[in-house]
């Protein structure tokens, strides 16, 4: 496990439609939430923590 500085702390992803199975509110509630992005790209060259994607698809059982 790795601490301290060395953490992550987030990961954006937008999503460029407005037909979402799930809204940011509801991914907070959570502790996971699991799913795939389709076309997924980053959104800010040169840093790794923004993407932007074309659809969320959630995986399984979860609404």
Do not use: W
């Not at 407005?18 to 389709?38: G, Q, T």
Request: hydrophobic share 30%; glycine share 4%; with cysteine.
């Amino acid at each position: 496990m790795i601490l301290g500085q060395f953490r992550k702390k987030a990961t954006q992803v937008t999503v460029n439609t407005l037909d979402h199975p799930i809204d940011n509110d509801e991914i907070m509630k959570r502790e996971s939430v699991k799913c795939r992005f389709e076309n997924l790209q980053p959104s800010r060259p040169g840093n790794p923590m923004y993407y932007k994607a074309d659809n969320i698809i959630l995986l399984g059982n979860q609404k």
